[in-house]
Each structure stands twice: as C-alpha cells, then as structure tokens.
C-alpha cells in the first residue's frame, strides 16, 4: 500500500477496505482530500493530491422490488455515467421496482453518508445483498473511490478492484 503522508487510515472503513486488498496482494492508494461528494469532484481531487489519472467509480445504493422479495444492491459506475432503467431491467428481469436508497436508509445499512460509498457490497457491507458494476468501469485501466469517508479515497488498478469486490454481476447498466 502506498499513501501519501497526511491520510489517516483510523478510520475503521478505509481501514477495512485497505486490509481486503492487501489479503488479495492488491496495489491501492489512500489519497486525503478536501471533501468531495461527487465521482467527478473526488477524481479531479485525488488527481490534484498526487494520484494517477483515474476514472471515478461512483457507488449508488438502491433497493430493489424483485418478483420474491426486495433487497439492497450497490450499482457501481463511472462518474460521469447514469444508471439505465433499461439495461437495469435487461440484467434483472425480475425487476419489478428499483428506487435510490434514502440518506437514512445509507446511514443504516452502510454506515456512510452520501457521497462516501465505496462500491462494495459484502463483505465489506454485509447488509447489501448484492453488487453490480458496470462494465463501462473495466474500460478504464485505474479506478478510484471514495472509502467511505468523503476525504479518502482509493486508487487501484479495475481488475484488481474486480478481483478483491467480487462483483455479483459485471455488465451495462450505464447510459
């Protein structure tokens, strides 16, 4: 793991996503920066902090109404992308509902606010019940997220972030 020299990494999140990597002999970053709540804010940040050029990986998460039941899933996608209703119901046919989670709802099953989400689902967040990234977000060769605070943020390579979330689905969901 590299850092640069004013990350604190006391808090218990970045913390547990730094060690999750480093159990998969992963190369990652912390960078500190001001507080971002956007992709495409935290990315030109962590670039201005010292990191490699980076495609922002935004984490979104959203409940789900399914033929049999509802549940949590965290969608992850570049910034500047949009979720696709389309291509949602295309990956999940039996999709009957899909809304954004509430602040209170992120708070409550994350245990972060907006714009802090790191697109993982377990175990990192063993309340969500999957993890479903764009496929847009394998183009690009270093991703970087907030790690759950909205002034850290990690850098790493997309197929070592593959790897170490173990996504449950990789395919389109971005327009």
Do not use: W
């Amino acid at each position: 793991m590299k850092q640069n020299s004013s990350v604190s990494i006391e808090s218990p999140l970045p913390r547990q996503i730094g060690k999750l990597f480093e159990e998969h002999g992963s190369e990652y970053v912390f960078l500190n920066h001001r507080p971002c709540r956007s992709a495409e804010e935290s990315s030109a940040t962590r670039a201005a902090a010292g990191g490699k050029p980076d495609v922002g990986a935004k984490a979104l998460l959203c409940k789900l109404q399914l033929s049999t039941c509802e549940e949590f899933v965290v969608f992850a996608l570049p910034g500047p992308a949009r979720l696709s209703s389309k291509a949602i119901r295309i990956a999940l046919p039996q999709l009957k509902g899909l809304r954004f989670a509430t602040a209170a709802e992120l708070l409550e099953i994350t245990g972060v606010v907006p714009g802090a989400l790191p697109p993982f689902g377990a175990p990192i967040f063993p309340k969500v019940d999957r993890l479903i990234v764009d496929e847009a977000l394998l183009d690009a060769h270093m991703v970087g997220f907030n790690a759950g605070l909205l002034t850290c943020s990690i850098v790493v390579s997309s197929d070592q972030f593959i790897t170490v979330a173990r996504p449950n689905v990789v395919c389109r969901i971005s327009k």
